[in-house]
């Protein structure tokens, strides 16, 4: 496909995108901040918790 047909048709098809509203954004944003804070959070603990416990089993 040609660039020149190809840029085009994307620009037709980001005018059919349905863009949230700034408070859907602002959600779903907040959403993901927190399930990344929480997940890192999680990782962390089971982290330590395996380290300790190699730790015990070494030793």
């Known amino acids: ?3 020149t047909k190809f840029l085009p048709e994307v ?3 980001m005018r059919k995108v349905s863009w949230p509203k700034r408070r859907e954004l602002f959600r779903y944003t907040i959403v993901v901040l927190t399930t990344v804070i929480f997940m890192a959070l999680f990782f962390t603990v089971v982290d330590l918790g ?3 416990l190699i ?3 070494l030793e």
Do not use: Y
Request: cysteine-free.
């Open 11 to 13: 620009a037709r098809e």
């Open 55 to 57: 730790r015990l089993i």
């Open 1 to 3: 496909m040609r660039i």
């Open 50 to 52: 395996f380290s300790e």
